[in-house]
């Protein structure tokens, strides 16, 4: 089946560095995609999604772009805090509310 | 409004038992889904409900099953435990259906001895 692949399994930033944590996506015919963060014991929180008609959308703090022609997908967070620490998933949604995750990328904050 | 609440949080079982774990949607989402995360597979898929039908259902043996029922909460059941099922299963709700945004459980961590 399709697959939603990370480049990265952990990136350390400093407090206040900004992020950007990849996400490869094979499935073209995707059209809707979704960033999670998942803290320790708690499960997956959604952060921002973004369908195939636009190529980026920004919310608090954190944007998400999207490059149809090399299948990417890419979360940016500004000013990155100690409690942005957390693994942070990128999605697919193959329909019917089934997502295809990728295997997360765990991002650490050194204050 | 309250969240996805998934009941019990940890459970702990042996092998050949079986497990029932519990699912209450936000209120007005009609789609539940379940995953199964693993440190070695991570998030998969397990199957999906919507108005009480079983829409889609990921790859999965056949001990893994489920229902909706009317108020949309969840259940899924796991018979014939297996060590391997040992888990983090976890709930997500949506209105509808797959261009909706799914929210997430806290999850309940089973494991089996």
């Known amino acids: 089946g399709e697959s939603v692949g990370l480049h990265l399994p952990t990136l350390s930033v400093q407090e206040g560095d900004n992020s950007i944590i990849n996400c490869a996506y094979s499935n073209s015919a995707s059209d809707y995609f979704i960033w999670y963060k998942q803290e320790s014991g708690k499960g997956p929180q959604f952060i921002i999604d973004i369908r195939s008609n636009m190529d980026k959308r920004q919310g608090q703090r954190v944007t998400v772009l999207l490059n149809k022609t090399v299948k990417h997908l890419s979360l940016q967070i500004a000013a990155t805090q100690p409690g942005d620490s957390a693994v942070y998933f990128c999605?697919?949604?193959?329909?019917?509310?089934?997502?295809?995750f990728g295997k997360g990328t765990m991002l650490l904050v050194s204050p | 409004k309250a969240g996805v609440t998934q009941t019990p949080r940890y459970l702990i079982k042996t092998r050949g038992q079986q497990v029932t774990l519990s699912c209450s949607p936000i209120s007005g989402h009609r789609s539940v889904s379940w995953y199964q995360q693993t440190p070695g597979q991570g998030l998969q898929f397990l199957f999906e409900y919507f108005s009480e039908t079983q829409r889609n259902k990921g790859n999965f043996p056949g001990r893994f099953s489920g229902r909706q029922f009317s108020n949309s909460r969840s259940e899924m059941n796991v018979s014939t435990l297996e060590l391997g099922d040992s888990a983090l299963y976890l709930c997500?709700?949506?209105?509808?259906?797959?261009?909706?945004?799914?929210?997430f459980g806290p999850g309940t961590r089973l494991t089996v001895l």
């Open positions: 999605a697919e949604n193959g329909g019917y509310s089934t997502l295809t």
């Open positions: 997500a709700s949506s209105l509808r259906d797959g261009g909706d945004t799914q929210y």
